[in-house]
T-cell receptor, first 112, second 113 residues
C-alpha cells in the first residue's frame, strides 16, 4: 500500500486552533482529501487539494506541499462538535484512479 | 437530494454464512466504491465499479465480491464469513471518480459470531 501517516490522537480546548498533519509517500499523486468522521457515522468531505498551497473554507483550512509529501488540516475556533476522527486520503491516477488510500485517522478530542 | 443509502445498517451473521450488502448512490453518480473499516486497519479499499464494470480491486480474498446494476446501485457479497470480517462496510459514490470527490454512506455494521 501507500505510506500515509497521521497522528493517532490529539486533544485541544474549545476556541483553540489545532493542526493535524499528514505525510504520504506515493507515486502518481493525484490529489489529497480530508474527511471528518464522527463515531458511528459516515465520513464527510472537508477539503480536496491537488495543487500546492492553502485552501480555506470557513473555520477549516487545508494545505498541501507535493514536493514534501505533506498536508495539514487546520481547525480554528474549535467547538465541542469538532471532536471526531479526521481522515487523510490520497488519490492516485492511472490504473487506480477510482481508489482512495486512507491514513489510520486522527482522533481529535475537544475539551471545554 | 438524497445521499448515499446503505442497507441494512446492522447485521449479525454466523461464521460460514454469506452476506449481501446494498448501496444506492446519489442520483446521477456512476462510480461506486466499497471500503472496509476496522479499528486496527482503518479504511481499506475493496473495489470500485463504474457503469457496471469493476475498475479497481483491493487486496481482499475472493470471498469478497461485488457488482453494479444498470441503475448504478451496487451490492457486495461476502461468502464463508470469518470472525475477522466483522467491520463497518462503507460505500462511496462519485459522479466520476476521475475528477470529483466521494460521498460516503453511513455504512453497514457487520458482526460475525
Amino acid at each position: 500500500g501507500q505510506n500515509i501517516d497521521q497522528p493517532t490522537e490529539m486533544t485541544a480546548t474549545e476556541g483553540a486552533i489545532v493542526q493535524i498533519n499528514c505525510t504520504y509517500q506515493t507515486s502518481g499523486f493525484n490529489g489529497l482529501f480530508w474527511y471528518q468522521q464522527h463515531a458511528g457515522e459516515a465520513p464527510t468531505f472537508l477539503s480536496y487539494n491537488v495543487l500546492d498551497g492553502l485552501e480555506e473554507k470557513g473555520r477549516f483550512s487545508s494545505f498541501l506541499s507535493r514536493s514534501k509529501g505533506y498536508s495539514y488540516l487546520l481547525l480554528k475556533e474549535l467547538q465541542m462538535k469538532d471532536s471526531a476522527s479526521y481522515l487523510c486520503a490520497v488519490k492516485k491516477g492511472g490504473s487506480t484512479l477510482g481508489r482512495l488510500y486512507f491514513g489510520r485517522g486522527t482522533q481529535l478530542t475537544v475539551w471545554p | 437530494k438524497a445521499g448515499v443509502t446503505q442497507t441494512p445498517r446492522y447485521l449479525i451473521k454466523t461464521r460460514g454464512q454469506q452476506v449481501t450488502l446494498s448501496c444506492s448512490p446519489i442520483s446521477g453518480h456512476r462510480s461506486v466504491s466499497w471500503y472496509q473499516q476496522t479499528p486496527g486497519q482503518g479504511l481499506q479499499f475493496l473495489f470500485e465499479y463504474f457503469s457496471e464494470t469493476q475498475r479497481n480491486k483491493g487486496n481482499f480474498p475472493g470471498r469478497f465480491s461485488g457488482r453494479q446494476f444498470s441503475n448504478s446501485r451496487s451490492e457486495m457479497n461476502v461468502s464463508t464469513l470469518e470472525l475477522g470480517d466483522s467491520a463497518l462496510y462503507l460505500c462511496a459514490s462519485s459522479l466520476d471518480s476521475k475528477n470529483y470527490g466521494y460521498t460516503f454512506g453511513s455504512g453497514t455494521r457487520l458482526t460475525v459470531v
